[in-house]
């Protein structure tokens, strides 16, 4: 070979591995579970909303200071207290090429009230959607309602077409286990296309050439989700340089992650609270040894909670890394206190009384359900708590399983006392009420029902009135932090661990925004 050629070569081969370098920069993200599904009206949970928001976009959004913010919608006025103008972007295409219009947006939002959708709770107030023009979305609600701009940067607009063309219409039936074709595939309008998906194994994202954003050449150019449920398997697989993010890094493991000179840990309270349910309807427990239902009665409720050792969990379970808690939302949500938020004191003999007087001098027997891949330290926080309440007791078998498993039995009332957690994307109270306490509420499995509370529910979704508003929300957060409907047990604290030259910026809501993502 002539050295000219062999020169021209060797420049060829150079120029491919620079601009390798340089442009196709991927970050590869880990953790413990993976999203449940890809349609985005089908379930309203923490990692598969974190998926959905890579590709898809909702008419507004929250920023990195969880602010609201324009995002398919530029800007939006009310002409009376009922009825929403929102006005649309005119360059927006989905990642096929086709342009979104109004239609989407109308198809979108009457896709998500559909009964199969996990989001109906969200925009239950809107009673009526159509388009004016190409670019104008008219929506009306059946009550005025001061949160409707927080529900809607939850609701993700899909493509008409792309649905009707895939028999896609309506949201997957998650809970029935119902395979369709937008729950293993997306076509959005977001920064990132999903190019492959291997359910539980990979799933890759690629940059959308046709987002109407912008994204510096510094920015990330391809995403690799790659769950990986074993804790120290997560971390090894950082150490050793296999995976770049991991956005759910064990507390166990922190120090360990900090020592290394390649990698850096970022800590930030979540929005997010961890408490223990109990089924008060049911006539008798379905895993019990009693014959009745111990959780019909306050007393029993009450001793549970204060047999539990929240001070402990924190010191030992989380190092550290939780806030206790009294009530089921936590701080810089509308109608928080801090008042609220104390816990009852722990005391083993007051709870071993308590369950005496309730009819139960020697305890009951009972199964406590647990994801074991869904919240930090999820099993080892159930696993201390049936020690705890063994104490007074209460003998509780654990039966811990992957979130897939936990939610969907749940959700088909299988759980006589289980674990959730529950985060609050728009920053409201009304969200917790109107799916853990309203009466019949998808989420209330501890089948709590209070005419006082469904009437508070009302007032939070229609009043303007802010004082009246919040006055109603401290009225029900007394009502059932009184009744022990749950039990609280803390707030969570998140960790993201990552190499020390790629950024992604934390969030509160644990979403990572990859938009946002650079490197050193």
Known sequence: MKPKNLLRILLAFL????STQTYAKTIKWSMQGDSLTLDPHAQNEGPTTQVSRQIYEALVTRGLDMSIGPQLATKWATVDENTWYFYLREDVKFSNGQKMTSEDVVFSILRAKQPTSDFKEYISTISGVKAIDDYTVQIKTSKPNPILLNQLSNIFIMSKQWCNENFAIVPQNWDASQETFSATNAMGTGP?????REPNTKT???????WWGSMKDNKVTQIELLPIKNAATRVAALLSGEIDLVTDAPVQDLARITSSAGHKVESTPQMRTIFLGMDQAADKLRTGNTGDNPFKKKAVRQALYQAIDIEAIKKKVMRGLSEPAGIITFPGVNGYTKELDKRLPYDVDAAKKLLADAGYPNGFEVELRC??????NDEAI???????????????????????????ELKDNQGDFYMLGWGVPTLDSHYVFH????????WNKVNFSDSEVDAAIR?????VDLEKRNAAIAKAWKIVRDDISYLPLHHQVISWASKSDVNVPIRPNNEPLFRFASFN
């Open 459 to 463: 007032v939070m979704e229609g009043e």
């Open 204 to 210: 890759v994202f690629k940059r959308n050439s046709k």
């Open 371 to 376: 994801p074991n891949d869904r919240y930090v």
């Open 15 to 18: 120029f491919v591995f620079v």
């Open 192 to 196: 990132f296309k999903i190019t492959l």
């Open 435 to 442: 799916y853990l306490y309203e009466s019949g509420a998808s």
């Open 382 to 408: 159930c696993t201390a708590v049936v020690g705890m309440l063994g104490k007074i007791g209460v003998k509780v078998n654990l039966f811990a399983q992957t979130k897939s498993k936990h939610f969907k």
